[in-house]
């Protein structure tokens, strides 16, 4: 179909709003418009995180050198000829503002040729004004540049954020679109590395590795499922792999990257019991559903889609997700024990990510320790603040607060080769040893970072690790951080580092699983606070390197666990805020055996 | 099957197969010894599928069969029994075993003998040959310095290679690398090169007692396991898969300074300071001085605590070479000292950042190298 305008009554139907905010939105248009013309090798070239250079280069269809004016005109596209087809859009675009849009806050530059010509040509368009079209030699295909974004618009330049979350982004938008599209071949260059290159073999693993690292793509489980029209395929992770927030689910809906919708709630639902409060799965997924059963046509980025049936693909979905889940790991029939008891506090909600102890109603059960006079005060003072990493960091040592320690504790012994048991002098405590080995490894770690005393181990033989391209941007950035935790790193060609010496808190632990953890639970605005990014570095490595729930630990391991968890400053967290540990008093105890009051 | 053995024998072959017994496994036969009788004798045998070991034993066989029965039960019962003939007969209908000795009479449950996983019977004709005290020391000096961690499983293996008449063991666990070579009586027929289990190993020097036949070690073609038979016990082992370090690469070629010490005093020296060093890294610093012309060298040992307190400890030395101020793992010393016997050390050095070895004196058949700590001032 040739580019014509819209019809200015279509135009209008169009969910109009801002197409460009950031560097990332103009890589999502150009690519997918590139997708739109069926093309087989998209290359994307970003310089200084898209400020100076995007330029999106692909071997599709192309666009006639006498249409070329329109393409960068508003409201011109070749996808969408009348109304009606706006409720059954096959394609990526349909609005055809993407190339006008982003031509009013750069300097772009649109280089094409269809097969059938025998010279390509080239349109410039400047702040929004288009030159004239000029011949040039070109392969089939299309190239789009797009120089100084935002030139002339200084408001949107102030908005953008550091180079390194600009070009995270990027780099995750690509990413998902390379694993949406495994046969199109991807590659993301600065103009000298390649930080993202897939073989358009077809192969989703191999990308999901790229993304995620080898370990976690081995991990993760497929789907497939198909019911009337709708088919889902992809990968999700196992309940035991998760992250603390919901970045990682990423869902395509015919091709489309969306966010947010209500599949993401399908999603979680099917994991319903089998996940922490607060931890969600790394999912790829892809439906595919008749083009009439979805509205595209609600977010002006297309971010958002609303179906027709929506309780029809919600429960296949849902369906769809638990089966592949259920095939694999079996559900855990112990209930939960944050539904009988609260813990130790009732901690406030951190950030997305709510706490057991705080979040639930106490199941119905008389058995919160909120009239315990002992325990009371502790569960709402400031101490339980002071364990997140965010506050641990402003002041990483606050002074030794009796509310806050433990008692001296004798330990009974471990249960599920995942709790301790212990007894103190007002009742009974059961710990989580991994929580609790990881409150232990931070503060050690904080201390002696503190100390400036953290001393690194050699390695034998330097170990080189490989990470997904927007991981390895973090530790690039945080090099100097790494080397004050007794981690010695360098860069070792893209995307890879060669680890030289670790801390040695972590004994003789993987050196590659340490530094992957730093960035696995990666937040893309990291706050640029240096005492911030230090907190959680160390929480992370910690997290890794606990021992692991399952773990059957001796009776000299479980002491000296006790031992060094009584001597930590914030006992009763470990360094994301969870509990460590759930007190059950002697008050409690008596009530619920009747002896008190009984009489 | 009905047989009659000596108390003595049957409790000593459980407690050499116990080690492979695995209780918690999903698969409940895992958890028992299998009993056959075998040419005359009585063959017990246990398995985690990942190392099996079998023992027999003396027996007087009235009839033949075979059965398992728990581990656990078993050897508590057999420990218990006094020291005379115990006889075991075997209802094949039910897998009931009966344990009967003097007076006392149990039946144990036990489940058919076919549900056991079978294990290799290997031919010893090609078998590499070991003395027992030398293979023992090898593990002793060499297997300790494989690592716990299983995201790495080579790296808890042992590399055994033989080669003509020699056979290395090698383990490193990221940190350090033990290298232990011996001659063989009898040259191997072809070369070998396989990473063992480095419990596998230890459990095999703990079975083998000294003044036996030597060790002798196959490795069926294809089969990715190795088989040890020692006096009147074998042990199978899966192999590790993967590529072991380079070590060679790992041993530094040169050296710019080399300190003569007494083991024994080092030893002590470094047992001392690991008691402040615990506390935090585990980090000694080892400051080596040179001998003058009339002074002998010395090498200081501190260590620091922020909560215990200091230590600080001089060892006399013969050094030649440059001074220098070095950190190591505390840890890491002791281990290897202990199992050096010679009654002097070398420890060959180049820089704070360089690898140090230690050697035992006047031995050139072990060496271990150590990776340096890097304290930040
Ligand atoms: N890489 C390309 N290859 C071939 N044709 C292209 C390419 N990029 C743009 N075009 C043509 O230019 C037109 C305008 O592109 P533009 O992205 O502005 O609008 P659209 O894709 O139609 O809709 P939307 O605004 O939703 O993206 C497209 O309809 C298409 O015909
Ligand atoms: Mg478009």
Redesign the pocket.
């Known amino acids: 179909m040739p580019?014509r305008l819209l019809a200015p009554e279509v135009a209008s139907q169009i969910a109009a709003g801002e197409?460009v905010e950031r560097p990332a939105s103009v890589v999502k248009?150009?690519v997918?418009?590139?997708l739109?013309?069926s093309?087989k090798n998209i290359q994307v070239i970003v310089q200084d995180a898209g400020r100076r250079l995007i330029e999106?280069a692909?071997d599709?269809?192309?666009?006639p050198a006498e249409?070329l004016p329109l393409?960068?005109e508003r409201h011109?596209?070749?996808?969408?000829a009348s109304a009606a087809d706006l409720f059954r859009v096959a394609?990526?675009?349909?609005?055809?503002?993407?190339?006008?849009s982003i031509g009013s806050v750069s300097r772009l530059t649109l280089t094409?040729r269809v097969k059938e010509a025998p010279t390509g040509a080239r349109i410039r368009v400047e702040g929004g004004r288009p030159g004239a079209v000029e011949v040039v030699g070109a392969p089939v295909?299309?190239v789009?540049r797009v120089e100084d974004l935002f030139y002339n618009v200084p408001a949107r330049l102030k908005f953008l954020k550091q180079d390194v979350t600009e070009r995270r982004a990027i780099d995750n938008l690509l990413a998902r679109y390379a694993l949406a599209y495994p046969h199109v071949r991807f590659r993301l260059t600065d103009g000298k590395t390649v930080s993202l290159q897939t073989t358009g073999d077809g192969d989703r693993r191999a990308i999901l590795a790229a993304l995620y690292g080898v370990e976690v793509a081995k991990e993760m489980l497929e789907v497939l499922a198909e019911e009337d029209d709708l088919v889902l395929n992809g990968y999700i992770s196992p309940a035991a792999l998760t992250r603390s927030n919901r970045r990682e689910m990423t869902l395509f809906i015919n091709g489309r990257w969306v966010a947010d919708t209500a599949l993401t709630q399908a999603i979680l639902q099917a994991y319903h019991t089998l996940l922490m409060v607060g931890r969600y799965p790394l999912t790829a997924l892809f439906l595919q559903i008749e083009p009439e059963e979805v509205d595209v046509n609600v977010h002006p980025a297309?971010a958002e889609v609303r179906f027709r049936n929506q309780d029809r693909v919600f429960s296949f979905v849902q369906r769809s997700v638990r089966r592949a889940l259920l095939a694999y790991s079996p559900v855990p029939t112990l209930p939960q024990p944050q539904n009988l008891w609260r813990s130790v506090h009732s901690v406030p909600s951190v950030e997305n990510n709510p706490l057991p102890g705080g979040a639930l109603p106490a199941a119905g059960l008389d058995w919160t320790i909120g009239h315990d006079s002992r325990v009371e005060p502790e569960a709402h003072i400031g101490p339980v603040l002071a364990t997140t990493p965010e506050t641990v960091a402003s002041s990483p040592f606050p002074a030794r607060a009796s509310l806050v320690s433990l008692p001296l504790l004798r330990l009974i012994g471990q249960i599920g080769a995942t709790y301790l048991i212990a007894e103190g002098p007002d009742g009974l405590y059961l710990i989580d040893q991994h929580a609790a080995h990881e409150r232990i490894l931070f503060e050690k770690l904080m201390a002696q970072h503190a100390q400036q005393r953290i001393p690194a181990q050699s390695l034998l033989t330097p170990v080189v690790v490989t990470l997904p391209p927007a991981g390895a941007a973090v530790i690039a950035d945080q090099l100097p951080v790494l080397s004050r935790f007794g981690f010695e790193v360098e860069p070792f060609g893209p995307n890879s580092f060669q680890i030289r010496a670790m801390p040695v808190l972590f004994g003789n632990a993987d050196p590659a699983a340490a530094l992957r953890a730093l960035v696995e639970d990666f937040e893309e605005d990291e706050t640029p606070l240096q005492t911030e990014i230090e907190a959680r570095v160390a929480a992370r490595v910690c997290k890794r390197l606990a021992v692991k729930a399952g773990q059957v630990l001796t009776p000299e391991e479980q002491r000296a666990l006790l031992t060094d968890l009584e001597n930590c400053e914030s006992p009763r967290t470990c360094p994301h805020g969870r509990p460590t540990m759930i007190h059950l008093s002697v008050e409690l105890l008596e009530r619920q055996f009747g002896r008190k009051g009984a009489r | 099957m009905k047989v009659t053995v000596l108390q003595e024998n049957l409790a000593r072959g459980l407690s050499i197969v116990s080690r492979a017994v695995s209780p918690r496994s999903t698969l409940p036969v895992l958890a028992n010894v299998l009993i056959a009788t075998d040419e005359g004798r009585l063959r017990l045998s246990a398995t985690n599928l990942e190392m099996g070991i079998t023992c027999w034993i003396g027996a007087k066989i009235e009839e033949e069969g075979s059965t398992t029965v728990p581990a656990r039960t078993f050897a508590d019962l057999v420990s218990t029994l006094p020291d005379a003939q115990v006889s075991l007969t075997l209802d094949p209908r039910t897998q009931t075993l009966n344990v009967r000795s003097g007076s006392s009479t149990n039946d144990i449950k036990g489940i058919d003998a076919q549900e056991f996983p079978p294990l290799p019977v290997p031919d010893f004709d090609q078998a590499i040959q070991i003395n027992v005290a030398d293979f023992k020391e090898m593990v002793h000096q060499v297997a300790f310095a494989a690592s716990t961690d299983e995201a790495r499983p080579v790296l808890m293996g042992v590399l055994v290679k033989v080669d003509g008449e020699t056979i290395t063991m090698a383990a490193a666990d990221g940190f350090r690398l033990s290298v232990r070579t011996a001659t063989l009586s009898s040259p191997a027929a072809r070369p070998v090169s396989a990473i063992i289990p480095a419990r596998a190993l230890s459990e095999l020097a703990r079975i083998a007692s000294d003044g036996d036949h030597p060790i002798q070690m196959v490795l069926p073609k294809g089969r990715g396991q190795v088989v040890f038979r020692v006096k009147d016990a074998e042990l199978v082992s899966q192999l590790i898969d993967g590529t072991f370090p380079d070590y060679e690469q790992i041993i530094p070629r040169s050296y710019k300074s080399r300190t003569l010490v007494s083991t024994a005093s080092l030893l002590k020296a470094c047992k001392q300071a690991e008691i402040f060093a615990r506390e935090g890294s585990n980090a000694v610093r080892m400051n080596i001085r040179g001998s003058g012309d009339l002074q002998p060298g010395e090498v200081e040992i501190s260590a620091h605590s922020e909560e215990t307190g200091s230590n600080e400890t001089i060892v006399d030395a013969t050094v030649d070479g440059v001074p220098l101020l070095i950190a190591f793992n505390v840890k890491f010393l002791r281990e290897v000292l202990e199992v050096i016997k010679t009654p002097h050390v070398a420890l060959e050095t180049t820089a704070p950042n360089a690898p140090g070895v230690i050697k035992p004196v006047g031995e050139d058949n072990f060496l271990h190298v150590i990776m340096p700590m890097h304290l930040s001032q």
């Open positions: 580019i197409v248009e150009l997918e418009n590139a739109d013309a093309a999106v692909d599709g269809s192309g666009i249409e393409a960068v011109a596209t070749s996808k969408l394609t990526l675009g349909f609005r055809g503002e993407a190339l006008a094409s295909g299309t789009v297309k």
